[in-house]
């Protein structure tokens, strides 16, 4: 699969494991994983760059006298899912074209 698709692909994923609640990486990785397999280096770059990105807030809350980061997702990261949405509905049509001989739909 192509880097830069992966990338979006993966970066709507985290987006959508927090988009209800605000959530910390092992739990991200837990919600996702009937879904999708994604270590935590992964994660955690991921998250970095949707930060920079301003698609995410991080907090740090004490919990059993370590802290954990707990990730909350902004407008521009649910603008961001949006987006995803409507580009899914482009990807799909691309799909279906590419595949039209397969599934005999000329």
Not at 39 to 59: D, Q
Not at 72 to 91: A, C, M, N, P, Y
Not at 92 to 97: E, G, L, V
Request: net charge neutral; with cysteine; charged share 35%.
């Amino acid at each position: 699969m192509d880097i830069q698709l992966k990338r979006g692909l993966l970066d709507a994923c985290v987006l959508a494991a927090i988009k209800n609640e605000d959530s910390y990486g092992y739990r991200i990785i837990k919600d996702m994983k009937p879904y999708l397999e994604m270590s935590e280096s992964t994660l955690y770059t991921i998250l970095k760059r949707l930060e920079a990105g301003n698609m995410i807030t991080v907090r740090s809350v004490e919990h059993e006298g370590r802290l954990r980061k707990y990730y909350h997702i902004t407008r521009e990261g649910l603008r961001r899912i949006e987006e995803f949405k409507e580009d899914w509905k482009e990807i799909n049509a691309i799909y279906n074209f590419i595949t039209r001989e397969e599934t005999g739909n000329e």
